[in-house]
């Protein structure tokens, strides 16, 4: 497994990090809106039902993600590029002030060049705040990002790979827990998910564990595994040795500590089914609370 951070919206987050039922009032199209925690509430073993979700504006191409709104367009890369005019209605529009950018979005709507028009209509409800984002004292532009992207907002895996495990990027004590639905988060979470780098490994893993259990291969069964090390004592004492925490008494969740955590390749069947018995109970009475 490798570790990647959650996304990072770059500032706004209230605005995109939404009550459930708010998402639905707006009628925000499904596509663009995954269920979500705040990274702050997790807890080890099992992530809590929030009733929360993420407005991310991005699909799938392939391997990878491009923003929600670029299109095949002479003229225009992204249908909420608004620095770009299309024809001279809009140039006049622009200079006429007022809501001209709200009739600017409905009418390139009524041209079917937005595809999802009431995250677009969400969007642009906030542009002034989502346009003035800065980071570092650059605006989110200067990042290559249109207005209404996020900051970093990671790569396929983090959003297609199920199950993963989870972690809030800063702990005083091991939390990690198995997401089995895909949900996302905060910038302030860490991703763990099979890479190109570790699919070798994973499945090698996969395979040693039903050879020791005497199951199916199971990618779950892996992730239960190696979450019954990361939420132990030892992992832990791991996190802890050598680093100093951060003035608030806070620890790093990187790539470094998860190195160090060592995790049996080869178990024997006694360790692979203690391991998996204690983290599935330690689930079930999780779901329980």
């Excluded at 670029?70 to 992204?78: E, F, G, T, V, W």
């Excluded at 007022?98 to 041209?111: D, P, S, V, Y």
């Excluded at 699919?199 to 291969?217: N, V, Y």
Aim: proline share 5%; glycine share 6%; net charge positive.
């Amino acid at each position: 497994l490798n570790h990647r951070e959650g996304v990072t919206q770059g500032g706004g987050r209230d605005l995109f990090l939404l009550d459930s039922q708010k998402a639905k009032a707006a009628k925000l199209e499904a596509d663009l809106v995954r269920p979500a925690f705040k990274s702050k509430t997790l807890q080890a073993w099992l992530v809590p039902d929030q009733d929360l979700v993420l407005l991310y504006p991005y699909v799938a191409d392939d391997d990878r993600l491009k923003p929600a709104f670029r299109i095949s367009h002479k003229k225009l890369a992204d249908a909420l590029d608004f620095d770009v005019a299309l024809d001279s209605w809009e140039a006049a529009r622009r200079s006429a002030g007022g809501q001209w950018l709200l009739e600017t979005l409905e009418r390139r709507i009524a041209q079917n060049l937005v595809s999802y028009p009431n995250v677009a209509r969400y969007l642009v409800g906030h542009y002034q705040r989502l346009q003035s984002r800065t980071f570092k004292h650059k605006n989110v532009r200067d990042f290559g990002r249109m207005w209404y992207e996020y900051l970093w907002p990671r790569g396929v895996e983090v959003v297609s790979q199920i199950p993963r495990l989870v972690s809030p990027s800063l702990i005083r004590d091991v939390r990690f827990a198995l997401d089995d639905k895909g949900l996302l988060s905060d910038h302030a979470a860490i991703f763990l998910v099979v890479t190109r780098d570790t699919a070798k490994a994973h499945a090698e893993l996969r395979r040693k564990l039903a050879r020791a259990t005497g199951r199916p291969e199971s990618d779950e069964d892996v992730q239960l595994y190696v979450l019954a090390h990361l939420n132990s004592e030892y992992a832990l004492e791991v996190l802890k040795r050598g680093r100093n925490p951060t003035p608030k008494g806070y620890y790093p969740v990187n790539e470094s500590f998860l190195q160090e955590v060592m995790i049996d390749g080869a178990p024997t069947p006694g360790v692979a089914r203690s391991a998996l018995e204690h983290a599935r109970a330690e689930l079930a009475a999780h779901a329980g609370r």
